[in-house]
């Protein structure tokens, strides 16, 4: 064991503490897949992440990326973090972008000023659900069927099973069940209107209120802000017409976060996804 380089990133605000929270580990070289998968349990939250010299020329480091219990082939919020968690340390990208190398391929990570953003990866499974899926999954959030308005697979690395309610307000009014949602990847998203449950909206690009749950160590989990989901939607929603080019996703509002989401098409039909970090804890970490 050695004391290695450590930051924890709250990602997607530039407020500390109500965004979603990524411990990143600097340099992660000589680490069992066993050992970083023990440091992210231990630290009880969504996902962990450590840093390594990358084995592609173009990559500027490699990341692996670790939830509770298992470890994933992307991931976005702990995409900016880590991202934003190596500029802060001294990283120097070779290019104009930053490049991170996961198991998914090379991801390209854009400086917007402070805010960083990411490319969406390609989609590994996208078209509609099975309606069985649709019924369960209507069944596990308890809505009817016919309150789901539209729904896809949003499959980039977690396999999201995404649906579209008729509003913000009935997306942050669920209670999802988990013995009837159990084993699957569900984020759903509604749009807002003009008024509802969280009050008048303060800015007019802020579309949509989205929830994300995936299993957890024991049971169904919510998660605060999530990246990959996001930029699955965006590809899913602005692709199929029903969001703008540009817009920005509320989510965590259910858990009192305020998480901001940025997501945009560019000309050349690259789906980006941004927001802010900040540093909440930095030092060393015995691993």
Known sequence: MKQRPFAQVDVFT??????????????GTGLSTQQMQSFTNWTNLSEATFVLPPAHPQADYALRIFCPGRELPFAGHPTLG???AWLQAGGKPKGEHVVQECEVGLVQIRQDGKRLAFAAPPLRRSGPLAEDDVQLIARGLGVGRSEILHHAWCDNGPGWRAVMLGSAEQVLSLHPDAEVLKGLDIGVVGPRGKVGVVGAIEHEDEFFEVRAFFPGNQSLTEDPVTGSLNAALGQWLIGAGLAPGQYIARQGTALGRAGRVHVSKDAQGQVWVGGDSVVCVQGQVLI
């Open 14 to 27: 530039a407020t500390p503490y109500v965004g979603n929270p990524v411990a990143v580990v600097l340099d």
């Open 82 to 84: 880590s991202c934003h």
